[in-house]
């Protein structure tokens, strides 16, 4: 598995669900065993819930994967798409606040997107502030969003229901529904093999489609086995890829450095992110979540903001 990139663990992970890989992502769907159903009283109906769930918002993972955008981010969910769409009324804030000037301009006409955390900064740093000072005001005094998550806020709230990717709530409800195949009835060994068999490669593939290090969601422990090795493959692969990408860009460097730092970022990223995974405390390893590793989710935002914000300043 270290050795594949998104798209080709995607046509891997699928294999031997009962369809056969086609030559692009979207030909190629999960699909479980069911159970016979023989009464209007199903006695399996709870656990076949449970597979119909996670079937569709599979599709719905590998529909956005399609169409190029990050088809989960399981830290953005209802609160976060409500900073990026909800404008709050006008005296709400006192003018020079940094929540009103996001929301509107110098002349207090409503802007028709609110600023990014990017955008704010850099508005600071040309009234005077440092880079460090912008940052941190952006990011603590006001409710602004990097310009990769406002982006995909706002992508993913005009986008059609069964392509839509999947926020935080929605990514851990897949997650339950996969842990809740996992918990197959006794009596049919065949079903049970089968669909955890197919439940592994759900939870590897969902590690694959992701840029930055999460606590392992599952409170199984296979699955969380398969999640973790499978997301430090990518990670390390991303940072093989950035590093290629940058050595490629060295002889453009004094033309333009922007390619060139840009791969430097998202492997510094992508090697912060592996740190967070290998922690010898980390719940990674155990497969289990702590206020410990929710703080490292913190820390692994926060590094990707870093990243953003500098590479933005070159732009």
């Known amino acids: 598995m270290a050795g594949s990139d998104g798209c080709g663990f995607l046509h891997h992970?699928?294999?031997?669900?009962?369809?056969?890989?086609?030559?692009?992502?979207?030909?190629?769907r999960f699909r479980f065993v069911y159970f016979p159903v023989v009464s209007d009283h199903d006695a399996h109906a709870a656990y076949h819930r449970?597979?119909?769930?996670?079937?569709?918002?599979?599709?719905?993972v590998l529909a956005a994967h399609r169409g190029s955008t990050r088809p989960i981010v399981p830290s953005l969910g209802h609160a976060a798409e409500?900073?990026?769409?909800?404008?709050?009324?006008?005296?709400?804030?006192h003018q020079d606040t940094l929540e009103y000037r996001?929301?509107?301009?110098?002349?207090?006409?409503?802007?028709?997107?609110?600023?990014?955390?990017?955008?704010?900064?850099?508005?600071?740093?040309?009234?005077?502030?440092?880079?460090e000072q912008a940052r941190d005001r952006a990011a603590h005094r006001s409710h602004a969003l990097s310009a990769a998550d406002q982006s995909w806020l706002l992508h993913r709230r005009n986008t059609p229901l069964d392509q839509r990717p999947l926020n935080e709530p929605e990514f851990h409800a897949l997650v339950r529904a996969v842990e809740g195949v996992w918990q197959a009835p006794s009596g049919a060994p065949h079903v049970l093999q089968a669909n955890r068999r197919i439940a592994r490669r759900v939870a590897a593939m969902l590690a694959?489609?992701?840029?930055?290090?999460?606590?392992?969601?599952?409170?199984?422990?296979?699955?969380?086995?398969?999640?973790?090795?499978q997301l430090i493959a990518h990670l390390r692969q991303t940072i093989d890829a950035t590093r290629e990408a940058g050595s490629v860009s060295a002889g453009v460097l004094l033309v333009g450095p922007k390619a060139w730092f840009d791969a430097k970022?998202?492997?510094?990223?992508?090697?912060?992110?592996?740190?967070?995974?290998?922690?010898?405390?980390?719940?990674?390893?155990?497969?289990?979540?702590?206020?410990?590793?929710?703080?490292?989710?913190h820390r692994a935002r926060s590094g990707r903001l870093s990243t953003c914000m500098t590479s933005a300043a070159l732009a």
Do not use: C, K
């Not at 992970?13 to 190629?28: E, L, Y």
């Not at 900073?83 to 709400?92: E, I, K, N």
């Open 82 to 93: 409500a900073r990026a769409t909800v404008r709050p009324p006008r005296d709400m804030f």
């Open 102 to 131: 996001r929301w509107y301009h110098a002349d207090h006409t409503a802007r028709p997107q609110p600023l990014t955390r990017e955008a704010l900064a850099a508005r600071l740093v040309a009234a005077g502030a440092s880079m």
């Open 50 to 60: 449970h597979l119909v769930i996670a079937e569709v918002l599979l599709d719905r």
């Open 265 to 297: 970022a998202a492997r510094m990223r992508a090697e912060h992110q592996i740190g967070l995974a290998m922690l010898p405390a980390s719940p990674t390893l155990v497969g289990t979540r702590s206020p410990a590793n929710e703080q490292n989710m």
């Open 208 to 229: 694959s489609l992701l840029d930055e290090y999460i606590a392992p969601p599952f409170s199984v422990a296979a699955l969380n086995d398969a999640f973790n090795e």
């Open 13 to 28: 992970a699928m294999a031997g669900t009962g369809h056969s890989p086609g030559p692009r992502v979207g030909a190629s």
